[in-house]
């Protein structure tokens, strides 16, 4: 059964910089280059959305909110996808997960981030 692991959250500063990783297990290098992943995240008390996604090339897709603040990656020689996360804000709060789109595998623990002075 496919494994997700996310990491690199942490507690920032508003205007602060994280890295978040998540590396896929128990599937191999073709499968996972061959989908398209996404980083979600969930904020207290609110649904988990969508944040970036990258095509199984490097086509990425975000919303306005996080437009050139959080950045989607992806080395699919490594099974892990990244997020750099650039101009922190308060409401970027939330655990944030990646996953597989269009049809998630089972999901991970996440990875914290709190952003607050």
């Known amino acids: 059964q496919v494994q997700v692991v996310e990491s690199g959250g942490g507690l920032v500063q508003p205007g602060g910089s994280l890295r978040l990783s998540c590396v896929v297990s128990r599937t191999t290098r073709t499968i996972f280059s061959s989908y398209a992943m996404g980083w979600y995240r969930q904020a207290p008390g609110k649904q988990r959305e969508l944040v970036d996604s990258?095509?199984?090339?490097?086509?990425?897709n975000y919303p306005a909110s996080v437009k050139g603040r959080l950045t989607i990656s992806r080395d699919n020689t490594e099974n892990t996808v990244y997020l750099q996360m650039n101009s922190l804000k308060s409401e970027d709060t939330a655990v944030y997960y990646c996953n597989r789109i269009p049809i998630p595998w089972d999901w991970g623990q996440g990875t914290q981030v709190i952003v607050s002075s």
């Open positions: 990258i095509t199984s090339g490097t086509s990425t």
